[in-house]
C-alpha cells in the first residue's frame, strides 16, 4: 500500500500523471486531506469512480496511532504514537493564548548522544518517514486543536534525516496542505553544518541552532558532535542564512547550573554573536532520571539575560512547560514502560 502521505504537492501531482490522470488531481487530494481529513476514497466526489476504486485498493492515507495522551496542569499534551512497525515517539502540543504550537519528533531516538537529553540516552533506531513526520502535524490537527506553529524540536537530530524533512517541511507550509507561515515553522538542529546549508537551500522554514556553550571547550563536553562541527562553523552557517533567508537564526542555549550560566559565559556569549543576525532563547534544563546536570536558578538565568539584553542581544527565556509530564524540552524518551 503506498502511504499518500509520503508526497509532497510536486510528487502528488507526479503520482497522479503517472496514473494517467491529470496533474491538479493531487492539488485535489491534498484538499481532501489536509483541510478535510478523509481518508475513505469512496467519499471524495470530484473523482471518477474509476480513480476512487484505483486509490481504495492500492493507496491508504496512514498516521501514527495514539497509543497514550497525557495531559499537564499548565495545558501542555503529550502523546505517545505507535508506528506501523511498533516504534514509538513522541509529540507534543502546547497551547498559547493567540497560539498553538506542536513539537514533532524526527526520528525515533538520537545518535547525537547529547549529554543532558533523554532522547540521546536512547541512542538512535531510525528514521521517520515523511508520512510519520507530517502524520503527527495531520493527525492533531484532525483531533481539531489549533496548529499555529510547529517546531520540529521532538525526538531526533532533524537535518540528518533531510531527505524525509523536507518534504514534510513542504507540506506544512503549503497552502493546499497546512498552510502555516514559514516564520511559524522551525526545524532545530545540534548544527549539522553542510545539512543547515542543505536545509535553507531547500526550504523556507526558519533554523534554530542548539548552541548551549560559548566556547568549544564547554560545549565538546555536552555535545559529542561539536567535535565535527566546532562553534566557529556553525556560527558562519548562521551568517550564511541569515544572508541567504534575510532572517533571523534562533539560538537555543539551555542553562545548566555552574556549566555554562555564569556572567562570564554571557559575555563570552555576546563576543560570539558579535555580526550574527540573531535571537536567543534561553532554555530552562529540565532533569530526567539518571541526569547529573543541575538547573540554573531563575535569578542566574535573569542576571544572563540581562548581560545579553545590554549588549543589545535580544533574548527569550522559554517557559518551562509540561514538565509534571514529562513532557518539557529534552524529555521525550518515547520508551514503552509509558504505555
Ligand atoms: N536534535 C535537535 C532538536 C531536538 S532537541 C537539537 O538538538 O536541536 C530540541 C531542544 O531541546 C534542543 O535545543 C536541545 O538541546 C534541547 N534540550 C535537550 N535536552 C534538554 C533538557 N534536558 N532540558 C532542556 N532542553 C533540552
Ligand atoms: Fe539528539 Fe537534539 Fe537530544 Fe542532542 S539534544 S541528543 S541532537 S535530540
Redesign the pocket.
Given at each position: 500500500m503506498i502511504n499518500l502521505l509520503n508526497f509532497n504537492r510536486v510528487s502528488l501531482r507526479d503520482f497522479f500523471v503517472e496514473l494517467g490522470e491529470k496533474p491538479f488531481r493531487g492539488d485535489q487530494m491534498l484538499k481532501w486531506i489536509y483541510h478535510e481529513y478523509l481518508t475513505d476514497f469512496s467519499q471524495m466526489n470530484n473523482l471518477s469512480q474509476k480513480l476512487r476504486d484505483y486509490l481504495s485498493k492500492n493507496t491508504i492515507v496512514s498516521a501514527p496511532k495514539i497509543v497514550k495522551e497525557q495531559v499537564s496542569t499548565d495545558g501542555v499534551i503529550k502523546w505517545l504514537l505507535q508506528l506501523d512497525d511498533g516504534e514509538l515517539i513522541e509529540t507534543v502540543f502546547i497551547p498559547e493564548k493567540t497560539r498553538g504550537t506542536l513539537c514533532i519528533s524526527?526520528q525515533v531516538g538520537?545518535a547525537?548522544g547529547?549529554k543532558?537529553?533523554?532522547?540521546?540516552k536512547l541512542g538512535f533506531k531510525r528514521n521517520l518517514t515523511t508520512a510519520e513526520i507530517i502524520g503527527q502535524v495531520w493527525l492533531v490537527r484532525q483531533l481539531r486543536y489549533k496548529v499555529t506553529n510547529v517546531v520540529?524540536?521532538?525526538?531526533?537530530?532533524?537535518l540528518l534525516n533531510i531527505d524525509n524533512m523536507l518534504p514534510a517541511l513542504d507540506l506544512m507550509m503549503e497552502d493546499l496542505a497546512c498552510g502555516l507561515s514559514k516564520y511559524r515553522v522551525t526545524v532545530?538542529?545540534?548544527g549539522i553544518v553542510p545539512l543547515m546549508d542543505k536545509l535553507f537551500k531547500a526550504s523556507d522554514a526558519s533554523l534554530?541552532?542548539?548552541l548551549?556553550a560559548p566556547n568549544d571547550e564547554i560545549r565538546e563536553k555536552l555535545i559529542p558532535m561539536n567535535q565535527h562541527y566546532p562553534i566557529a562553523d556553525i556560527i558562519a552557517a548562521c551568517k550564511r542564512f541569515f544572508e541567504n533567508k534575510k532572517r533571523k537564526v534562533i539560538i537555543?542555549y539551555?542553562m545548566l547550573d555552574k556549566i555554562n550560566d555564569q556572567k562570564k559565559h554571557a559575555k563570552e556569549l555576546v563576543r560570539l554573536l558579535e555580526g550574527v543576525p540573531c535571537k536567543v532563547n534561553l532554555?530552562?534544563?529540565?532533569?530526567?532520571p539518571g541526569?547529573s546536570?543541575q538547573a540554573s536558578d531563575d535569578e542566574t538565568i535573569r542576571a544572563f539575560q540581562d548581560v545579553l539584553m545590554k549588549a543589545g542581544v535580544r533574548t527569550m527565556q522559554r517557559r518551562r512547560r509540561g514538565a509534571d509530564i514529562q513532557a518539557?524540552?529534552?524529555?521525550l524518551a518515547g520508551n514503552s514502560r509509558n504505555i
Open positions: 524526527s538520537c547525537m547529547c543532558f537529553c533523554a532522547t540521546g520540529v524540536m521532538g525526538m531526533g537530530e532533524p532545530s538542529t545540534v534554530a541552532v542548539s548551549h537555543e539551555v532554555i530552562p534544563f529540565n532533569a530526567s541526569f546536570y518539557a524540552c529534552g524529555q
